[in-house]
């Protein structure tokens, strides 16, 4: 089949997932659309996509599973037998029922998941698979996209195997952690625009329930005002990042 256009759409607090699925995407056409749901209140109105066209999605893995805000966001796109890539990044432990998760949510929104991939990305927490993806990383999802975009020339193309079990394991709700505030601040207000839950009240420095650790708040700050230098996080990172310091490599399903 031909595809007329390409969406990649994605839920991305600190650009991890971002890249890999725009790189996807990029190699099937020259121009892309791209649509970020990371924000609460990104998503408006609904929206529908036709046969003809082709979405790449992708999300991250919390606790195994995809992220909840991202999975009610994500069901404001419709399809009409509309191809679809499924992509989750989760950080060096493991996947769980994530990528099922997306691929049967997509099914039920109206799309025909072509494939789908586990990638790899730097975790929030520690010192876990620093700067992936890599250049490797995105070399890996070019070729992936290629034997994708060849399968999509077949007329009877059938959907892949996506690992996973169902019911899914109890996840998808975001870490426990509460970025801090030092005297730094300036209260400029970048963190509150940018919180993907809007979960900093407008002084900068208080932080509500809303929060799921994404880290984004300390990624943005413009003068390292937000942290987490607390005796008991950077002892968790530590161990976190031993326990999880062998590689993991990229997964790729579409046979």
């Known amino acids: 089949m031909e595809i007329s256009k390409v969406t990649a759409i994605y839920f991305s607090a ?11 995407a990029q190699e099937f056409v020259e121009k892309i659309e791209t649509v970020d749901v990371t924000m609460w209140n990104s998503v408006e109105q609904e929206r529908t996509f036709e046969e003809e066209e082709l ?13 909840e805000g991202a999975r009610e966001r994500f069901t404001h796109f419709h399809g009409k037998n509309t191809p679809c890539i499924v992509t989750v990044t989760y950080g060096n432990r493991h996947y769980d029922d994530a990528l099922l998760e997306l691929a049967d949510l997509m099914k039920t929104q ?13 975790h929030t927490y520690g010192d876990i698979q620093k ?6 990383d995105l070399e890996e999802d070019r070729i ?24 899914y394991k109890d996840g998808g709700n975001g870490g426990a952690f ?6 730094k601040c300036v209260g400029c207000g970048i963190c509150v625009a940018k919180c993907p839950q809007g979960a900093i009240q407008a002084d900068c420095k208080t932080i509500d329930d809303k929060c799921i650790a994404c880290f984004r708040c300390i990624q943005v700050c413009p003068v390292k005002a937000k942290n987490m230098d607390t005796p008991e996080y950077i ?3 530590e161990n976190f990042s031993k326990r999880l310091e062998a590689r993991r490599e990229n997964e790729w399903f579409f046979d």
């Open 55 to 67: 979405v790449v999605i992708g999300a991250p893995v919390y606790g195994g599973r995809i992220y």
């Open 144 to 167: 992936f996209a290629k034997k994708v975009k060849e399968k999509l020339q077949n007329s009877d193309w059938q959907e892949p195997h996506i690992p996973g079990n169902s019911p």
């Open 14 to 24: 600190t650009g991890t997932n971002k890249r890999s699925v725009c790189t996807i």
């Open 235 to 237: 002892e968790f990172a």
């Open 131 to 136: 700067g992936r993806p890599n250049e490797q």
């Open 178 to 183: 509460r970025p801090l505030t030092n005297e």
């Open 110 to 122: 109206g799309f025909r998941v072509v494939a789908g991939a586990a990638l790899i990305g730097q």
